[in-house]
């Protein structure tokens, strides 16, 4: 595993391919309207906010991954939360038949803004389809999970598998798909049930 691009995945997204959906310089890039509210710079630790900004809107919130530190001018914070990376390192899991998981549309738009409102995983637009493939889970006609090719670090095919599975048993039926991560609110819940599965 290549964990250098890992380290800077928005980055390398949005200067690879995803650099159709993004805006900004060789030093800072942000995804454009209507796509996640990402954003990322190619030295992640000493951001250039001052590039980035002639691509903001005032009072447009961000989300940047990897840096830490006070808001520099201009700019404020306004949540800091904590991420967990985390790569499945073990064999996968028998598929289950039974469960269908269905390719997301932008028929399905309304659908994963409603659920996205519910667990409020973090930036999210209604043209995310755009990044890649999306596959949700229903319960009747409520989406109940989804997951989808969020960044991509390009020829290495290293692809971030997110979100937002905060019931325990969607885990399970997630891990019988095979799908590359689980992203959650919840982390604590995803490992306990990743344990009971080993």
């Avoid at 200067?15 to 309207?33: D, F, I, L, Q, V």
Wanted: net charge negative.
């Amino acid at each position: 595993m290549t964990n250098h691009l890992l380290d800077n995945i928005v980055w390398h997204s949005l200067a690879g391919p995803h650099a159709k959906c993004a805006s900004g310089t060789n030093e800072a890039r942000r995804y454009a309207p209507g796509f996640p509210a990402g954003k990322g710079f190619a030295d992640a630790e000493r951001p250039d906010f001052a590039g980035l900004a002639p691509y903001c809107e005032p009072g447009e919130h961000l989300h940047c991954v990897g840096w830490s530190g006070p808001a520099p001018s201009g700019w404020r914070i306004h949540v800091d939360k904590a991420g967990h990376r985390m790569v499945w390192d073990a064999a996968l899991p028998a598929v289950d038949d039974t469960f269908a998981a269905v390719r997301l549309g932008p028929e399905h738009v309304p659908q994963m803004l409603e659920l996205v409102a519910v667990t409020q995983p973090g930036p999210f637009g209604a043209r995310i389809g755009e990044l890649g493939e999306y596959h949700g889970m229903f319960e009747g006609p409520r989406l109940v999970a989804m997951a989808g090719d969020r960044f991509e670090a390009g020829a290495l095919g290293i692809v971030v598998i997110p979100w937002t599975v905060n019931e325990p048993s969607m885990v399970a039926k997630l891990q019988d798909m095979g799908l590359d991560g689980i992203i959650s609110d919840r982390p604590d819940l995803v490992q306990i049930e990743i344990k009971k599965r080993r």
